[in-house]
């Protein structure tokens, strides 16, 4: 008997994995907004897993700068929804995680002329994108999506001196295109 369910299990994984694809791809997003903080535009990698028409993981890493500051993204979202709406487009719902890394250097106020240090801060919370896939050309899909989030924000060094743990949220979005292997 554990060798038939062995036997079953890996050909179960076998025609799942024949039919699975990688999709590499730019994607350009916000994260959240409200509460005082938020990552702002981004643009970076993304990569789709599962197949073509039907992704059921996703993950980005995006990257903003500008100002004396950087930032880094992180996320994912599993696909738990899709509704196709006619051949060439998708309705879906996801939901994942996400983890933001500021790092800001000395800020000047050139109203007041006053500077006060940088500092270090680490946004993280879960996500919910809904959005929309356009399947074009062949393995090509690109997506718009609204992505509401929630999650903590700890800041450390003078730029977080009032704030330095904060829970917030808001609605970023995104937008991207991928080729599938």
Avoid: C
């Avoid at 994912?76 to 933001?100: K, T």
């Avoid at 989030?149 to 995104?174: C, H, K, M, P, T």
């Amino acid at each position: 008997m554990k060798k038939l369910l062995m036997i079953a299990t890996l050909a179960l994984a076998g025609v799942t994995s024949a039919h699975a694809g990688i999709g590499l791809g730019a994607v350009f997003g916000s994260g959240t907004s409200w509460g005082g903080w938020g990552f702002g535009w981004g643009v970076g990698l993304s990569i789709g897993l599962g197949e073509y028409d039907r992704v059921d993981w996703e993950f980005a890493i995006r990257f903003a700068g500008g100002s004396r500051a950087f930032y880094i993204n992180l996320d994912s979202a599993w696909h738990f929804f899709q509704l196709d709406i006619v051949e060439f487009m998708a309705f879906y719902i996801g939901v994942g995680p996400y983890v933001n890394l500021s790092f800001i250097s000395g800020i000047k106020n050139h109203v007041t002329n006053d500077s006060y240090g940088g500092g270090f801060g680490l946004d993280f919370g879960g996500r919910l994108p809904l959005g929309l896939r356009f399947f074009f050309a062949d393995r090509f899909d690109a997506w718009i999506a609204i992505v509401p989030q929630i999650g903590l924000r700890l800041g450390f060094g003078d730029f977080y001196a009032n704030s330095r743990v904060r829970v917030g949220g808001g609605i970023g979005g995104e937008i991207g295109i991928r080729y599938w292997f």
